[in-house]
Structure formats: structure tokens, C-alpha cells
């Protein structure tokens, strides 16, 4: 299993934001991970990420324990949180090369940056600065940050949001190619998104898994409605 979630806990103060949830995500899936504001979505990223420690139960990826395994996790794990984080005053290649001695990619580094410059279509815009880009293409150096180190798990928080359309059909086929080899488990409001690159949905709602299945699956129990009002009657309460 590249993802493995097991009674996993965060409270909050007094306030259970995940509830003793429990799921498993083998290599080469894209999960759809969704749920309304407030589920509990992003709190199980962080923790699956090592940003923040659960209260009780684990996550593993790709077979070490995250809270024990720390470099590990990071090595494996790439991570675009949702407020896109990035240094507005670097260059994007000059950023890209940072990131690579982070990540101490060493001689690899310079052909890994080429290939990434590429594959996120960042080359018109390598030499300029973060700060002057267009949100799209912010969004694809956020990208560029998560699978810098080719990690195997990719884990996205709302990675189209505030998008045009044709950025989100660049972005969506971007995620599709990663995800042909890698699990990628995605977070996002927009059903059509799942649709169209997830193989898998796991929905949340306070805190609680309320499904999991393959899309197929989930319409098929649900008097295959449309993935918008399954949404919205498992979520409702
Ligand atoms: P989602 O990503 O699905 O919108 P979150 O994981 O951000 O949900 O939040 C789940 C619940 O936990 C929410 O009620 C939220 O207010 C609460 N929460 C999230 N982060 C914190 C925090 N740092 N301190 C206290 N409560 C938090």
C-alpha cells in the first residue's frame, strides 16, 4: 500500500475534527478525497504528510509509519497544500534549485529541474519571478514543488481552484499522467474534477468516512444518481 490510514484521530482542543477513520490507497490510484468544509479533508493531509501529529490511530506511506518516519514520509510525499505557499521574491528555476538541495538531489539535480520545467510547462516562464505569474502558472509551480523529487504519493488540496478553464484541463491532464504510475489523492469541491481524473472517491463528512468506493461502485448504490446529489445526500446531516 502506498497510503495506509488506520483509526486515525485529531482532536482539536475539545473538537474531533477526524473521527477514528480508516482507509487503504494501493499505487497507481487517484483518489477523489471530498467532503464539505469543515470534514476534516485537510486535517487528514496534514497528518498523512507529517505537518501534524494525530491524536490517536496511524498513517502509514509506502510502508513506514509517518510520525516515526519523518524524513521518510517527506522523501516519499509531495505536498500542495491549498494557500499554495511560494516565495514570491525567487525565480522559478532558482526556486526549483533550491528546492533540490533541499531535497539534496545532488548531481541529478539540474536534468530533474529540466524535466520538471517541462512536464508542469513552465519553460516560457522558468527565468521569471514567482511573484509576477498568473495564478495558473503559480498553480503549476506549486505543482513543480510537490514532484521535484519524484516522490510516489502526491497529495493535492484543491489544485484547480481559482483556475480559468483551460488551466484546469492543462492542470487535470498534468495530475492524470502523474497518476498513471503514482497514487495521488486529491482534494477538491468541483464533482466533475473527480469525474473526470479519479478512480476512486472517499467521501468525508464530520469527520467520519461516509463513503468509499470506486465511482462506478458509488453510482451503482446510489440508484446512480449524479456524483453531485450522492454528494449532497451523504453529507446533508
Ligand atoms: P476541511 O479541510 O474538510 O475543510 P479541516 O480539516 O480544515 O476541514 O477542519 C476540520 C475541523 O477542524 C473544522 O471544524 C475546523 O474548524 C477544525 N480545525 C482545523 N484546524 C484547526 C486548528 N488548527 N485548531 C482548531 N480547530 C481546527
Redesign the pocket.
Known sequence: MSVKVENLT?V??E?V??NHISFDIPKGEIVGFL????????????IITGYIPATEGSATVCGKEVSNHLIHTQRNIGYLP?SNPLYHEMYVREYLTFLSRVHKLGIKSNKRIDEVIELTGLGREEKKKIGSLSKGYKQRVGLAQAIIHDPEVLIL?EPTSGLDPNQIVEIRDLIKNFGKEKTVIL?THIMQEVEAMCNRVII?NK?NIVADDSLIQLQQNNEHKNLEDIFRSLTLN
Open positions: 485529531k482539536y482542543d473538537q475534527a477526524v467532503g464539505p468544509n469543515g470534514a476534516g479533508k485537510s486535517t487528514t493531509m496534514k491549498e488540496d482534494s468525508i469527520g
